[in-house]
T-cell receptor, first 113, second 115 residues
Framework: RKEVEQDPGPFNVPEGATVAFNCTYS??????FFWYRQDCRKEPKLLMS???SGNEDGRFTAQLNRASQYISLLIRDSKLSDSATYLC??????????????FGKGTKLSVIP | GAGVSQSPRYKVAKRGQDVALRCDPI?????LFWYQQALGQGPEFLTY????????KSGLPSDRFFAERPEGSVSTLKIQRTQQEDSAVYLC?????????????FGSGTRLTVV
């Protein structure tokens, strides 16, 4: 079982739609959580951190459920510019002072005019 | 510099050739990661440096892969005797702090194609 699992999609949604992505992780010792966005042939870029209390950044809302080891991202009022691959990322301590970001495979979103 | 810089941007290597990929992190950044991203996959961890110390190299796929960061700034990922399965984008990421609560800034990557 992969450490971080996401629905690969693709999700094809019309402009203005609300879309939700889900992610589960297997390492219960994981300590911090993120969503990254990756455009085609570009590097991943940090979209937002994810907290248990839930956090919002404009049209984006992220939520973490530690008990279920589940992370979500909600995008409201989708824009064409939201089309990208969304990567669920978990940061864990891996011993000897080291840290490791573990990525899901990503969920591809296409927003259609 | 303003961001994480990687070079070369593209590299084509003949099978069996050695390659060296360079990462220039944001000035003063303590933590540095190397990741490998195959087509259609998420990035996979290769190795982690805190300053010049390589604290974790558990993700390096074989002993043909070697990374160094001798002065705690620029890092080089070397792949010896390249194989076709090494074809991927190699991403470098850095952070100003060695904690777990921070996202990391990625470079644009080096796209390696082994022919």
């Amino acid at each position: 079982r992969k450490e971080v699992e996401q629905d690969p999609g693709p999700f094809n949604v019309p402009e203005g739609a609300t879309v939700a992505f889900n992610c589960t992780y297997s390492n219960s010792a994981s300590q911090s959580f993120f969503w990254y966005r990756q455009d085609c042939r570009k590097e991943p870029k940090l979209l937002m951190s994810v907290y248990s209390s839930g956090n919002e950044d404009g049209r984006f809302t992220a939520q973490l459920n530690r008990a279920s080891q589940y992370i979500s991202l909600l995008i409201r009022d989708s824009k064409l510019s939201d089309s990208a691959t969304y990567l669920c990322v978990v940061n864990s301590r891996s011993g000897a002072g080291s840290y490791q970001l573990t990525f899901g495979k990503g969920t591809k979103l296409s927003v259609i005019p | 510099g303003a961001g994480v810089s990687q070079s070369p941007r593209y590299k084509v290597a003949k099978r069996g050739q050695d390659v060296a990929l360079r990462c220039d992190p944001i000035s003063g950044h303590v933590s540095l990661f190397w990741y490998q991203q195959a087509l259609g996959q998420g990035p996979e961890f290769l190795t982690y440096f805190q300053n010049e110390a390589q604290l974790d190299k558990s993700g390096l796929p074989s002993d043909r892969f070697f990374a160094e960061r001798p002065e705690g700034s620029v890092s080089t990922l070397k792949i010896q005797r390249t194989q076709q399965e090494d074809s991927a984008v190699y991403l470098c990421a850095s952070s100003s702090r060695p904690g777990i609560d921070y996202g990391y800034t990625f470079g644009s990557g080096t796209r390696l194609t082994v022919v």
